[in-house]
């Protein structure tokens, strides 16, 4: 049994049903008075030099980095709901450098360019610190880092062995890291000072929307996309009010099913689940330390994450990784009481000296992954469509980083990002139904068995990892 095994048969049920009761089931970051009035739907036809199909992180970067290459383009950003609606408003907050979805998850499958994807992580996301800064975007955005924790014995090696390869990246013993952040669960640490930042998720996506409107893109929200097509001289856009023309389009659907055919079986939808506390008291705050504030992580193939906000609440997610057969995306999946009820558990395990506080929010919703478990990019309509898509839940940084790789394949011009494997290469696809949720069931079994066997791979994730569909972050 894992210590959250435990955890869920040892938290007595009616403390957990004390946390959780009354808690908002909107996502905390998008229940904020100060979130922008909705803009208009589009009604009618339009001309225009670049579309943007998605309001979300990677949408809204393409639009404004568009404006910023070229001032006098035309840009026209189209979203089915509410700009940052989904995943960009409801995830951790996590702005990772990382492109690939951990350092050794890029090694295992672009090794001969996976030193420099880290490099060009670290500057996309010294980019965006510098955007925010410029565009004064009041996102709370913070340079605190990371820290993974070992919550099993097997797991303090695998920190142990990055010892001293990064000055910026130092190993905690137990005494240590509960120093750091004081809980009974931890055995050491790992504490990443410079590849991430800690953010409100939901105000840098208002934010970048508001740069994007006082740079000239028009936005039009309400404004479902329901067909591409296109001619020898330009692509066509359907939506309910009315069609868009132009020159090139830029697909930043992500979760959504793609509006390219081909690349439809190269993603799946899985819902992620998170709870948010009401704000930790001066004593409360004391009791757990957390004086760095980094973001937190531990080392199970189902791993948590979690974080301090401006106010000190604490966000506790992750765990469940939940697939639905079809592919199928529900609006009633953002809800699952069975995974609020195991996190509510997990967090008092972590954190017994927060006994008694309530869950203030609790909310899910579908993120994209791909079998490579990190973004990949398509053309399509003789060059004029670019398609990018399998973030994986790293999104909030690498987002920026696939913007402008669309743009670069729109341009026409060859450029360093265009010639990297990551761009040129696909991901292997997932199979068609029932294979694909057969696959997924039988992988996430592996995993539970894993994390119960000292973190043993069995034949089933070594098989996964010959046929480059293995996961190692």
Known sequence: MTA???AEEQIPQHAIDAALQGASSDSFWLDDPDRPAASPSLTGDQSTDLVIVGGGYTGLWTALMAKERDPGRRVVLL??????????????G???????????NGRKHLPEEAARLEELGQENLAQIAETVERYGIDCNFEWTGTLDVAIEEHQVAWLAEEEGKDPDIVYLDREAVRKEVDSPLYRAGLWDKKHAAMLNPARLAWGLQRACQQSGVEIYEHTPVRAIDSSPDEVRITTDGGIVTAQHVALATNVFPSLLKRTRLHTVPVYDYALMTEPLTADQLRSVGWGNRQGLSDLNNRFH???LTADNRILFGGYDAVYHYGRRLKREYDHREETFWKLAAHFFATFPQLGGIKFSHKWGG?????????PFFATAHRRRVAYS???TGLGVGAARFGGNVMLDLLSGTETERTRLKMVRKLPLPFPPEPLAWLGIHITTA?????????????????LMDAVGMGFDS
């Open 4 to 6: 959250y095994d435990r």
């Open 366 to 374: 579908a993120i994209d992954t791909c079998s490579r478990f990190f």
């Open 305 to 307: 994450y979690y974080r």
């Open 446 to 462: 592996a995993m539970i068995r894993s994390d119960r066997n000292g973190g043993k791979r069995g034949p089933w994730l070594k």
């Open 79 to 92: 979203e089915g709901q509410r700009i940052g609606w989904a995943a960009s408003g409801r995830n951790g």
């Open 94 to 104: 996590f702005c990772d450098a990382s492109l690939t979805h951990g350092d050794a």
């Open 389 to 391: 898509a399998g973030y």
